[in-house]
């Protein structure tokens, strides 16, 4: 029996023809599933909202929080605050804009943190001299950790299956801002080395220990890339939406903002105590200050083994935007196939590590990304593609708002880039 006019029965895929009644289209806009090309259960009931929450935050929350106490310090208390604010609140548009063309036709950085700080944190277990052997080179635990762990999670199928390991590097990350907040008593101002050193200095009462409320220098021009770098989630919209239970665009719309509050929630309280603690001596990795002015606690050992196993748990989470988005482009006309996902993941797994074992510097990863990659994805790609596809008028405020961030993504990155490069022309 045929369907009256203006009913659609959606079938699983990529989209909706065009061809549909708009009153039709707008009906199943919000029901339709977005990817193909993976495994399909059909009547499945999908991931929880809670989990897709903790899926995004976990894809959003990583090594960005490490640089942030770090990035206050030059941009000062206020200025860092109304920033961070506006990267949060253009991230949150932009998915939104993103959202509203589903109907219409760095991963290194987290594998740098486990090369840099994994060796450090089993070095502080263990007593003698070590320095030579494997257990304590990072190139090596890299590839072990990559090899051991990080490959099995990236080849399951559906990103579902990860709702678990989420919610464990979530708490993870709570973990990790409580324990910045603790500790900001643990440590004196102005900073020493010894206990010998804290009985004679003055505390305080100078002026490096006095907040700032706002601050530049040349250091500040890492502050929008590494905000930027520090809310890329776009890459998991699609996915985490194809897997939603009851999936819509509002559903996935309150995900998302859901899940940027939170992470700017556990950002702000990590920066601000980082910042409070060691003030314009913080570096670009505050784990690292810790590890200088309280080597021996067992609160500081813990937290960073926390970290690191909130980071590892986050590169396989990762690999699924990657993943689909080369697959969509070799292998879209091809049913799903285990030997192209196999494959697949392996060579993305060798690219992310190669990057890790030869980049020297965190910093340098979040301001080149941050200023190239993340702006684009965050604030230019949304705002070209919704004012290429959008029907509306161009007046309309979605379409006024897609064009600033446009023009605010390639201002922000190209300044940024090129002031980056400078400073490093000039260092050298």
């Known amino acids: 029996m045929q369907a009256p006019w203006g009913v659609i029965n959606v079938e699983p895929g990529w989209y909706i023809s065009s061809q549909q009644p708009e009153e039709a289209e707008a009906e199943a806009e919000d029901l339709s599933p977005l990817l193909s090309n993976e495994l399909h259960s059909p009547g499945s009931v999908g991931v929880s909202y809670g989990f897709s929450v903790l899926s995004l935050v976990n894809g959003i929350m990583g090594s960005g929080i490490l640089s942030l106490a770090y990035v206050m310090a030059h941009t000062g208390v206020l200025g860092f605050s109304f920033m961070l604010l506006i990267v949060a ?10 959202l509203s063309m589903c109907i219409q036709t760095a991963m290194s950085s987290y594998l740098l943190i486990i090369k840099t700080e994994l060796p450090t944190a089993i070095s502080e277990f263990l007593s003698g ?3 030579g052997s494997w257990y304590v080179d990072g190139k090596t635990l890299l590839i072990i950790i990559c090899v051991v762990i990080v490959f099995p999670l990236a080849l399951l199928p559906k990103i579902g299956f990860l709702g678990y390991t989420s919610s464990l590097s979530f708490f993870f990350m709570v ?5 910045i907040v603790i500790k900001k008593w643990s440590i004196p101002c102005p900073l020493t080395l010894n206990c010998m050193e804290q009985y004679f200095q003055i505390s305080n009462a100078t002026d490096d220990c006095k907040p700032k409320l706002f601050h530049f220098s040349k250091e500040s021009v890492y502050a929008l890339p590494t905000m930027a770098l520090s809310f890329l989630c776009h890459t998991l919209i699609l996915p985490i939406y194809c ?11 309150n995900v998302t903002n859901t899940a940027i509050a939170l992470t ?8 601000l105590f980082g910042y409070l603690t060691f003030y314009d001596k913080v570096a670009s990795d505050v784990l690292q200050d810790y590890s200088k002015h309280l080597p021996h606690d067992a609160v500081v050992r813990t937290v960073r083994l926390c970290f690191l196993c909130a980071v590892l748990l986050t590169v396989p989470l990762i690999h699924f935007p990657a993943r689909k988005a080369f697959m969509m482009v070799f292998f879209s006309s091809f049913p799903f196939s285990w030997i192209h996902h196999f494959l697949t993941t392996l060579a993305l797994n060798i690219i992310i590590v190669l990057c890790a074992i030869y980049v020297p510097d965190i910093r340098n990863v979040f301001g080149v990304v941050g200023s190239s990659t993340s702006a684009c994805l965050t604030f230019v790609f949304p705002g070209l ?11 309309s405020w979605k379409k006024l708002g897609a064009f600033v961030l446009l023009i605010l993504g390639v201002l922000v990155g190209n300044f940024s880039l ?4 400078f400073n490093w022309i000039n260092n050298k």
């Open 89 to 98: 609140l253009l991230a949150s548009f932009s998915v939104h804009l993103l």
């Open 264 to 271: 700017f929630l556990i950002y702000f309280i990590s920066a």
């Open 243 to 253: 897997e939603l239970q009851s999936p819509s665009k509002k559903r996935m719309q």
């Open 129 to 131: 001299d070590y320095s």
């Open 385 to 395: 593609f919704y004012l290429k596809l959008s029907r509306e008028d161009f007046l």
């Open 175 to 179: 973990f990790f801002a409580l324990v």
């Open 418 to 421: 090129a002031v980056i490069i």
